[in-house]
């Protein structure tokens, strides 16, 4: 048998509160690298919302984000161009949003997907379903009539649950997407939400957004985060 490896992450509980260290070749560890010296760094709102673009196949990197932020031309796409405004003007108010809102959840979904999708700010209206690439239907989303109470039980459980919440932003996300409440945009929405109910939680977590690991996990030699 080959040596043991050890895990990317190594959780510890302590007296209720859950601490994780990582190992060097984690996606973890290279960005824990970058947290901060935050005289030195772009906005949060630049990084984060180019991250959760660059995982929705968004072509713009980060200095031409921060040139369109900027007020300057970028040659790009303009929907490539409209998603980072979008992006960059929600993460800009993440402070002010209530993560157990549906109110905030709607109105947040209204920024990003503003010019974007004919449903921005609304839950969804009609049936959707995730097909792979031999056309066969791998998930079916909640029913359009049903959405609106699943996300307010979604969200009451995890205001009231009593798990750490580490574990309840997680469950959290994937339900969320299990859900998929609106036409377009959930990931995106889902990754700000996340980020939400774990930087009200902890406020390092503005500094080490969800978006940021799930992009460079991608990046770091395509391997799951947590293998277990």
Known sequence: ?????????????????????????????????????????????????QHTLAIEQ????????????NGKRVLAPPKDITEVRNAFEI??????????SIDDLLAAHAVMMRGLEQEAGEFRSRPVGVVNQAGEIVHFGTLPQYVPEAVTNLLEWVKSSELPMLIRSCVFHYEFELIHPFADGNGRTGRLWHTLL?????????????ESIVHLNHWFNDK?????
Request: contains cysteine.
């Open 58 to 69: 968004n072509t713009l990197t980060l200095d031409q984000v921060t040139a369109v932020l």
């Open 91 to 100: 993460y800009e108010r993440l402070e002010a949003l209530d993560p157990y």
């Open 198 to 210: 774990l930087s009200k939680w902890n406020p390092i977590f503005v500094w080490l957004p969800v």
């Open 1 to 49: 048998m080959g040596a043991k490896q050890d895990h990317p992450l190594a959780f510890q509980q302590s007296q209720g509160v859950i601490c994780f260290s990582a190992t060097r070749n984690s996606a973890v560890y290279q960005l824990l690298r970058r947290v901060p010296d935050r005289s030195t760094q772009l906005p949060f709102s630049y990084s984060a919302g």
């Open 224 to 228: 799951p985060l947590l293998s277990l």
